[in-house]
Each structure stands twice: as structure tokens, then as C-alpha cells.
């Protein structure tokens, strides 16, 4: 009976301990995709070797964005030690300054625990001063706030980054990915990769993406199975919002003719690769408003609009409402 005490002990000591910090109108998938992950590495690896607690601000259940309700198995308890804890966020994470929520976040990280963003995760660890001198993933909608907000910390357009003690990710199906990756880093060459590719088997996913594949947007993820000139030119628009680029340019970086370009954007989206472009701005521009507190002003220039007159008359006549009308309107 000693002999299968001290085994049970020891196996216990094995488990790591996955903390999900979930904060009101999360993203359901992100969470659930995580915990599926190790709920089949737990399976295939024939012992509990991870555990998973949900935390939220409050110690009550939490509010996923479909309205469907989460119960916590802790609140912020400082004797809280997870081996790992990633903050599951979405919608306005710019909302979150919990003082409690981000002291309890800088504690942990004094104790050595490691720390995650999921879909707009990263957007409370950058507030907490716990992504200085690292690099971030968040979804690809929140990029124009997180860089306004945080200029100086190192946001990457990858589905999920590691960096250290840092993981984070856009949420959504690459939650899957970098918990895949997680399980393959905590488990160890010997068993971690054949455990993983099992999970991924068991949950149908086909391919397991890296930390070098990027997000994909909206806009792209249509174009590419349209056009490959197409997405091209698209990701030259999205790569260049505050200083937009000539037809000219744009044309010469896809290797077309101006009249070739403008040709292409007809037959696969009705519009000229102009109104296109102006589009896929006003889009950034409006973002920029809902989600921060910048200027109108700053975010007219962010957007590539060179004064807060031009700016506002476009917004205008394409969303009609003024931009400060429609920051209200939102908040």
C-alpha cells in the first residue's frame, strides 16, 4: 500500500495544472478547443497528465460571447500556482483594468508561472507590462487597436507565438494548434509528438499549423480561392493602411499592368481596386474607433487619411454616421 501511495504521489507531481483566466463574453471555441486538446492528450497518454481549472475575476461563473454560461473552479486565490494559465478574452479587451485581475497576473509571473493570451488575450498581459520584450499573436481584428495601444511590444501576424514563458494566440481553431504544440513541448520528444498527432486524429484536424504560419483575414481568406493576383494585391492593401500605395505601385508589386489590376479586381469583387482599397481602410478606420480611445484625428491618419475633414466626410457617405457618432454609438 506505501509502494502505490508513493507512485500515486509521484504521478500526481506529473500533472501540470492548465489555468484558464476567462473574462466576460470570451470566445467559446478558444476555450473549448484547448481543453479538448488535452482532455485527448490525457486519453492517449494513458494518465492524467494535465489538469485543467478555470479562473474568473470574480470566483462566479462567466459569460461566453453566446451567452452560454461557464462555471469557475477558483477565483483570483493567491495561492494559486498553475503551471501554465492563458487568458481567454474577446470582444472589447480593451475594457479590461481590473487593478486586481492585473496584479494577480503579475504575481503569478514573479512565481515563475507561464502566461497566455488567447484570441484578445494578449491585449490584459499588455496591460499588466507582462509582454515588454516579447513577441504576441492576437486575432487578426484586434491588430489595428493592439498596435495603437502598444506600439512598443512585438505584435507578429502568426496564428500563435511562443516567446519564452509567453504563448499566445488569435483564438479560434489555432487555440488548437498551439495547445497541439503544447502538448508535444510538456510531454517531451519521447512521447509528446505521438501523443499530439493522436489528439489531432482524434479531432480531425488534417494539419497541424506552426508558429510560421500567419492569420488570414477576411478579405484574403475569400481572394485566395479566387486569385492568387488577387490575394497578392490584397495583402499588399492590408500591409500598407497608414501610407496607402499608388495603382502604380500596387500593380508593380503583383507584376500586372495598372489596366491588368484594375481588370482583376472587377471580375472578382465588382469593384475597382481603388474603392477597394478605400474599403478595406474605412474597415481599419472603424475598428480603430471601437476598440481605442485614439484620436480621430490619429486614427484618420492610421487609416490613411490625410485630414480629419477628408476623413469624416468619406465615413460618412460609406457607413452614414460620423466617426465620433459611431464611436458612441458603440461604446
Not at 13 to 25: N, V
Not at 42 to 54: E, Q, Y
Not at 234 to 253: F, K, N, V
Request: aromatic residues 8%.
Amino acid at each position: 500500500m506505501a509502494r502505490d501511495a508513493r507512485i500515486e504521489a509521484a504521478l500526481e507531481a506529473d500533472t501540470r495544472e492548465i489555468g484558464f483566466l476567462l473574462i466576460d463574453e470570451f470566445p467559446l471555441l478558444s476555450l473549448s478547443g484547448a481543453v479538448d486538446v488535452l482532455r485527448h492528450a490525457n486519453r492517449f497518454a494513458g494518465r492524467k497528465r494535465f489538469l485543467t481549472r478555470v479562473y474568473t475575476p470574480s470566483g462566479g461563473p462567466a459569460l461566453a460571447s453566446n451567452l452560454l454560461e461557464i462555471a469557475a473552479d477558483r477565483g483570483l486565490d493567491d495561492d494559486a500556482r498553475p503551471h501554465m494559465l492563458f487568458v481567454v478574452c474577446g470582444f472589447h479587451p480593451e475594457r479590461v483594468t481590473d487593478e486586481k485581475v492585473l496584479s494577480w497576473l503579475r504575481r503569478l509571473a514573479s512565481r515563475g508561472v507561464g502566461l497566455g493570451g488567447i484570441s484578445a488575450g494578449a491585449f490584459v498581459l499588455a496591460r499588466a507590462g507582462l509582454l515588454e520584450g516579447h513577441q504576441c499573436a492576437v486575432h487578426w481584428e484586434y491588430a489595428g487597436p493592439f498596435r495603437e495601444m502598444w506600439p512598443t511590444v512585438e505584435l507578429t501576424d502568426r496564428l500563435y507565438v511562443i516567446d519564452g514563458a509567453r504563448r499566445t494566440c488569435a483564438g479560434g481553431s489555432a487555440t488548437i494548434d498551439m495547445f497541439l504544440r503544447l502538448v508535444v513541448d510538456e510531454l517531451g520528444p519521447e512521447h509528446g509528438p505521438d501523443v499530439a498527432a493522436k489528439a489531432a486524429e482524434q479531432m480531425l484536424v488534417e494539419r497541424v499549423r506552426s508558429t510560421m504560419d500567419r492569420q488570414t483575414s477576411a478579405a484574403l481568406f475569400h481572394a485566395k480561392s479566387r486569385s492568387e493576383g488577387l490575394a497578392a494585391a490584397i495583402e499588399a492593401m492590408e500591409g500598407a493602411m497608414d501610407a496607402p500605395l499608388s495603382m502604380l505601385e500596387l500593380a508593380q508589386i503583383i507584376g500586372l499592368t495598372r489596366r491588368q489590376l484594375h481588370r482583376l479586381f472587377r471580375e472578382h469583387t465588382g469593384q475597382s481596386p481603388t474603392d477597394f482599397y478605400r474599403e478595406l481602410r474605412l474597415r481599419y478606420a472603424r475598428t480603430l474607433l471601437r476598440r481605442t480611445s485614439t484620436k480621430v484625428i490619429d486614427v484618420a491618419l492610421a487609416s490613411g487619411f490625410g485630414s480629419h475633414s477628408h476623413f469624416s466626410k468619406v465615413y460618412r457617405e460609406h457607413f452614414g454616421v460620423s466617426p465620433l457618432k459611431d464611436r458612441r454609438e458603440e461604446g
